[in-house]
Every structure is written in C-alpha cells, then in structure tokens.
C-alpha cells in the first residue's frame, strides 16, 4: 500500500502563489510516475502535471505548461506543484497520485483545497 497526503492548500488572491507538497510513504518501490490532479464541482478530474521519480522527466497538459512547476525530493518522497500567478480558475481540489508500474495501481491522496479569490 502507498499513502499520499497532501498539504498546501488554501486560500489565495488572484495573482498569488501556490505551493503544494505530496508526501509519499509505504510500498514506493515500484512507484515511477506520480502527478498532480486538480478537480471541481463542474469539470472532471484533470491532470495538472507529472513527474518520474527515477529521471525527474515532467510532463505538462498544453493547458498547464508555463503555469505550474512540479519537482520532487527523493530523498524525502515528496512532490511539489507551484504556480506563481494564480487565477480564479484555478481554483479546486488538487489531488497527488502516485502509479504503481508493477501492479498498476493508482494510488490517490484525499485532496486539498486551493481556492483564488478574484
């Protein structure tokens, strides 16, 4: 079992920074690809941004490059997303999950809440 908790979230003016942490524990052997997910009332579940703990390669949506920036420590199994200019929608719960490539497995944080007032 792997157990993600995730911690960060808050809220925040138009135009402020985001700093989130997933903190990873558990069986994280066979976890290569974790990401961030962000989801509200009205959209499903949407990836945010990804990053391999072995090599550090990230991947961005087209609607996410340049505005948010994933990183990791291995050293402390965690993951960051920052986003220095936030905008009212971006406003959601952000998620952290982490894919287990030997059983494929998604694993899932409970989620936290980034809200941007305008």
């Known amino acids: 079992q792997v157990q993600l908790v995730e911690s960060g979230g808050g809220l925040v003016q138009a135009g402020g920074s985001l700093s989130l942490s997933c903190a990873a524990s558990?069986?994280?052997?066979?976890?290569?690809?974790m990401g961030w997910y962000r989801q509200t009332a009205e959209k499903q579940r949407e990836l945010v941004a990804s990053?391999?703990?072995?090599?550090?390669?990230?991947y961005y949506p087209d609607s996410m490059k340049g505005r948010f920036t994933i990183s990791k420590n291995n050293a402390n199994n965690i993951i960051y997303l920052q986003n220095n200019s936030l905008k009212p929608e971006d406003t959601a719960v952000y998620f952290c999950?982490?894919?287990?490539?030997?059983?494929?497995?998604?694993?899932w944080g409970k989620g936290t809440l980034v809200t941007v007032s305008s």
């Open positions: 999950k982490a894919n287990d490539r030997g059983t494929g497995v998604d694993y």
């Open positions: 558990g069986r994280l052997f066979n976890i290569n690809v």
């Open positions: 990053i391999t703990r072995s090599s550090s390669i990230t």
